[in-house]
């Protein structure tokens, strides 16, 4: 669940080159802002923070970084960043999975099911949750078990991991990750 500025920009992006759009609507000649590589735009044209890495946006909101320079590591009391917004939600999802009952009630997976929309909804990059939505057009929630929504929730974070470049996660596993820990006893 995060993004890069490879993602297509909003609909509601600033316009065209030569042309911004003023507060009431009128356009104007002067050229749009140009932002610095990784920032994503949010619907209303403006900088995205949940949307964005902290050094793109470090970047962007201060001009006197130098390039070559290494980005300062986030202070830990800031709002997060597209990473460890992703890296907070995979947690809190592969939990929930974790202690999902092996056989739940139809409410249960009512619940879940209704869970995962609305999460893909609220979830504060509009990028990752438009494109969680797709993914779950896709690839319906299974919310029989616990071990068929572990699997398809580990398949749904190794969709993010390609697009992202990352390494995916063998999906047989998952419980071992986030369960019951590794069986070499490292989590003991």
């Given amino acids: 669940m995060a993004a890069d ?24 000649t002067e050229p749009p802002k140009k932002f610095p590589k990784g920032v994503v735009l949010g619907k209303d044209g403006k900088p995205c923070r949940s949307c964005t890495s902290f050094a793109s946006w470090a970047a962007q909101t201060k001009s006197s970084l130098k390039a070559s320079a290494a980005p300062p590591p986030q202070p830990k009391d800031c709002p997060p960043d597209v990473e460890a917004l992703g890296r907070s ?20 997976q009512a619940d879940l099911t209704s869970f995962m929309r609305l999460f893909s909804k609220l979830y504060p ?4 949750a438009e494109d969680f ?27 993010v991991n390609r697009k992202l470049g990352k390494p995916e996660f063998d999906c047989g596993r998952w419980e071992e990750r986030w369960r019951t820990g590794w069986k070499d006893g490292s989590c003991d």
């Fill in 89 to 108: 939600t995979w947690t809190l999802l592969h939990s929930i999975a974790a202690t999902y009952p092996p056989a739940p009630t139809p409410r249960e």
């Fill in 125 to 128: 990059c509009w990028v990752c």
């Fill in 133 to 159: 939505q797709r993914y779950m057009e896709k690839r319906e929630v299974r919310a029989q078990s616990r071990d068929a929504f572990g699997t398809w929730l580990c398949e749904a974070h190794n969709e």
């Fill in 5 to 28: 500025s490879t993602e297509p920009q909003p609909t509601g992006a600033p316009p065209a080159e030569g042309a911004a759009t003023t507060p009431a609507g009128a356009t104007t």
